[in-house]
């Protein structure tokens, strides 16, 4: 088929391979447009979509916006039988939406329609989910709301961070995606509509939310350790410098919220505590606790905010 393919971030490079590698014809690769990065912002780097498109040979388009007629007539000269859709970061309007006869596709991180929105992985975790996926979706205009054609389960291990179970699902979704497009290309793919029951929204990370509260259970403080790891991070001040915790588990023992029970970094949280295995000060680069507390003065009874 002929595929026009839409993408950002690494998360959708895996879906891109797997098109290309199931032998579809991938007429254009849109993206966001190359960032400002490096010290003072002067380099432009392109995304990692546009780098791997690059790499196959396939155009890449990165306009600032689809909801002009010259856009909608751009898209409709690749005369696509379909689009793919993976972690795009523009809306498609109707107009778009309209033109691939076969329709556009989108993979979401979830087990639609629980977490739709924009941080379906972080938000399973934090949320204490033992369970997630992968969904394909035929898109419409509303969020994350059209009808879902396959699904993936994955589990999410008690000490998984964001950083792994993202890795998981963008192997497991570029497969998924694949097998989709073949059953397309057949007539075989049906569309379930999502139930109206279970309807969750993960909502972006705010940096608001990311320092630990040691007054919360240790499972929800763990969750939320997990659920940050390695970007942006949950963190805690130690004598005004921010120390982000990147990996955590569950641990015996009690106390007062914040306060260090022993020499391995284990905290007492609201209920239980949570033993810090791997954090980063700010600056510094990461590192496991006990090479953490030979450089700082930490003793046991010292309250972390």
């Known amino acids: 088929m002929r595929i026009v393919f839409m993408g950002t971030p690494d998360f959708a490079v895996s879906t891109l391979v797997e098109i290309v590698g199931a032998g579809h014809e991938v007429v254009a690769a849109y993206t966001r447009a190359p960032a400002p990065a490096g010290r003072r912002g002067l380099d432009l780097v392109p995304s990692p979509v546009h780098r791997a498109a690059e790499r196959f040979g396939i155009p890449v388009l990165t306009p600032s916006t689809l909801r002009t007629e010259d856009a909608t007539a751009t898209f409709a000269a690749h005369e696509a039988d379909a689009a793919v859709v993976v972690a795009y970061g523009r809306i498609l309007p109707q107009a778009i939406l309209d033109l691939p006869p076969l329709g556009c596709l989108n993979l979401h991180a979830s087990l639609l329609p629980r977490w739709r929105g924009a941080a379906p992985i972080q938000r399973a975790i934090m ?20 009808p879902v054609g396959l699904v993936e389960r994955v589990t999410i291990g008690p000490d998984m961070t964001a950083g ?10 570029g497969d998924l995606m694949a097998r989709a497009l073949a059953a397309l290309e057949r007539g075989a793919l049906g569309f379930t509509p999502q139930p109206e029951d279970g309807v969750t929204y993960a909502a972006k990370i705010d940096k608001n939310e990311t320092r630990i509260d040691w007054t919360r259970p240790a499972q929800a403080v763990h969750d939320h350790i997990r659920g940050l790891s390695p970007f942006p991070g949950a963190w805690f001040d130690l004598a005004g410098t921010r120390v982000k915790v990147l990996r955590s588990t569950l641990a015996r023992g009690g106390g007062a919220p914040g306060t260090l029970l022993d020499e391995a970094l284990t905290i007492a949280c609201g209920d239980g505590a949570v033993r810090l295995v791997e954090v980063q000060k700010a600056g510094s680069r990461a590192m496991a606790a006990d090479e953490f507390l030979r450089g700082s003065d930490l003793a046991a009874g010292r309250v972390l905010t």
């Open 127 to 146: 949320a204490g989910d033992r369970e997630t996926g992968v969904a394909v979706m035929k898109m419409e205009a509303g969020l994350d709301t059209g």
């Open 164 to 173: 792994e179970l993202h890795d998981r699902l963008m192997i497991v979704g």
